[in-house]
């Protein structure tokens, strides 16, 4: 059975950091490139991370130099380490393939962060 299972998220400060993380199926985790989304209320889901099954990796234009994406192969998790929090990074942080599969969307995990 296929599951992606997000965890990390909470409320922090503006400035602050928080590190998220995904549990993947091993199966998805060997086979596919991995991205974290975020959907902010009122607005689309946005793809804001994505790492290769190499670890190449690219980020949104909103998220560069803040956000670092990573993958463990030995807990086939992948993490987001988000530093300098803004207030328009709150949304709720969603990990799935790269390109995403509907069927694969979890629950995803709430950052709220005050100004």
């Known amino acids: 059975q296929v599951q992606l299972v997000e965890s990390g998220g909470g409320l922090v400060q503006a400035g602050g950091s928080l590190r998220l993380s995904c549990a993947a199926s091993?199966?998805?985790?060997?086979?596919?490139?991995m991205g974290w989304y975020r959907q902010a209320p009122g607005k689309e889901r946005e793809l804001v991370a994505s790492?290769?099954?190499?670890?190449?990796?690219n980020y949104s234009i909103s998220v560069r130099g803040r956000f670092t994406i990573s993958r463990d192969s030995a807990r086939n998790t992948v993490s987001l380490q988000m530093n300098s929090l803004k207030p328009e990074d709150t949304a709720v942080y969603y990990c799935?393939?790269?390109?995403?599969?509907?069927?694969?969307w979890g629950q995803g995990t709430q950052v709220t962060v005050s100004s």
């Open positions: 799935n393939i790269n390109p995403p599969y509907p069927g694969y």
């Open positions: 790492i290769t099954t190499g670890g190449s990796t």
């Open positions: 091993r199966i998805i985790f060997k086979l596919r490139p």
